[in-house]
């Protein structure tokens, strides 16, 4: 099955420094390409998402790149403030249909 | 709220217990994920549903876990005898398949189970 390394599981940043988040998996055929972000005790939420025809997207302060022939994707935060402080986790979707999940990165933005 | 919804919050059961869970998806999808996420873990996959057809079920499901989604709308999952190695946060989740956004899993807020 689909196998999702994601890099650092920990990551602490100064406020207004950027952040970048890298995922890695194991099948080709994976075609969309998600990050959630959960605070403590809450739902995992969707900040932002790709698909394998695209190489980058961006939307105000994060962006996600694809890499597809390295199998690689990174989430990339500018200007970071504290609330951007949370766990972030990317998924990946291959040939079925369901998402695969990495580990998690716990970032802390400090003031 | 027209978010996925989950019930109860928090559950605690002694092993051996059965336990069942409640999810509501949003109204419009389709389609009904259940994942499992232990602490400090990404959520797992344990299955999912099209309507009310279950499509599949992660291998490493124990047949202790039953998952029905009747008349395709909301889902239960249940746990038969519960052991201390069940204990995790259960998520909820739903698409809707077909449309243009297909891929975009909404997550509720969980149940939280112990097992004491």
């Known amino acids: 099955g689909e196998n999702v390394e994601q890099h650092p599981s920990t990551l602490s940043v100064q406020e207004g420094d950027s952040a970048v988040i890298k995922c890695t998996y194991s099948?080709?055929?994976?075609?969309?390409f998600p990050w959630y972000k959960q605070e403590l005790g809450k739902r995992p939420q969707l900040i932002i998402d790709?698909?394998?025809?695209?190489g980058e997207k961006k939307d105000q302060r994060i962006a996600v790149t694809l890499n597809k022939t390295a199998k690689h994707f990174s989430l990339h935060i500018t200007e970071t403030q504290p609330e951007d402080s949370a766990v972030y986790f990317c998924?990946?979707?291959?040939?079925?249909?369901?998402?695969?999940f990495g580990g998690g990165t716990r970032v802390l933005v400090k003031p | 709220d027209t978010g996925v919804s989950q019930n109860p919050r928090h559950k605690i059961t002694k092993r051996g217990q059965n336990v069942t869970f409640r999810c509501d998806p949003i109204?419009?999808?389709?389609?009904l994920y259940w994942y499992r996420q232990t602490l400090g873990q990404g959520p797992e996959f344990l299955t999912y549903?099209?309507?009310?057809?279950?499509?599949?079920k992660s291998r490493l499901l124990s047949d202790r876990f039953s998952a029905e989604r009747p008349k395709g709308s909301f889902s239960t999952l249940e746990i038969q005898r519960t052991e201390q190695g069940d204990s995790a946060m259960y998520l909820c989740a739903s698409s809707r398949y077909g449309s243009s956004t297909n891929e975009k899993l909404f997550f509720g807020s969980g149940t939280q189970l112990s097992v004491l």
């Open positions: 998924a990946v979707k291959a040939a079925g249909n369901k998402l695969t």
């Open positions: 099948d080709s055929a994976s075609n969309y």
């Open positions: 790709i698909r394998s025809n695209v």
């Open positions: 549903f099209q309507n009310e057809a279950q499509l599949e």
């Open positions: 109204s419009e999808h389709n389609r």
